[in-house]
């Protein structure tokens, strides 16, 4: 398997369980108070840190200095994610997956969506902790 993969793999890892569990948190105690835009808003900053963290752990685990292992790195973390988000939604929703992206708020639904590309580029840019 290769570095970028694994790489990938343990980045999705990270930030997926962080997702979950700020995700049902969420669910739970914010978005009754708030609303579902609202506690969505505030979730992604939370979320951007955490992949942040988790890209700077994976380049310096596994070394990735050369550019095109980051990138791979973070494209096998955003399919993964992505793909394990639809997975959950049509499981555990009982959703269609066209049904899923019609209701997302267009305001946090875009956020959300920009924050996924942030988190396919993490990779690239973060600095190993080392340096």
Do not use: H, K, N
């Not at 049902?24 to 840190?49: F, S």
């Not at 994976?58 to 200095?65: A, E, I, P, S, T």
């Amino acid at each position: 398997m290769s570095r970028a993969f694994q790489a990938g793999l343990l980045y999705f890892a990270l930030v997926f369980a962080a997702g979950f569990v700020l995700g049902a948190i969420r669910q739970a105690w914010v978005v009754p108070r708030l609303g579902i835009r609202t506690a969505e808003l505030l979730e992604i900053p939370l979320m951007l840190v955490v992949c942040f963290l988790a890209a700077r752990q994976v380049v310096g685990r596994f070394g990735l200095d050369a550019p095109r292992l980051r990138i791979g790195a973070g494209l096998v973390g955003l399919v993964l994610l992505v793909t394990a988000e639809l997975a959950l939604v049509v499981v555990l929703q009982r959703v269609t997956v066209a049904d899923y992206v019609r209701s997302r708020d267009p305001i946090s639904g875009s956020a959300y969506l920009l924050s996924l590309a942030i988190f396919a580029l993490l990779p690239v840019f973060v600095r190993r902790r080392s340096q």
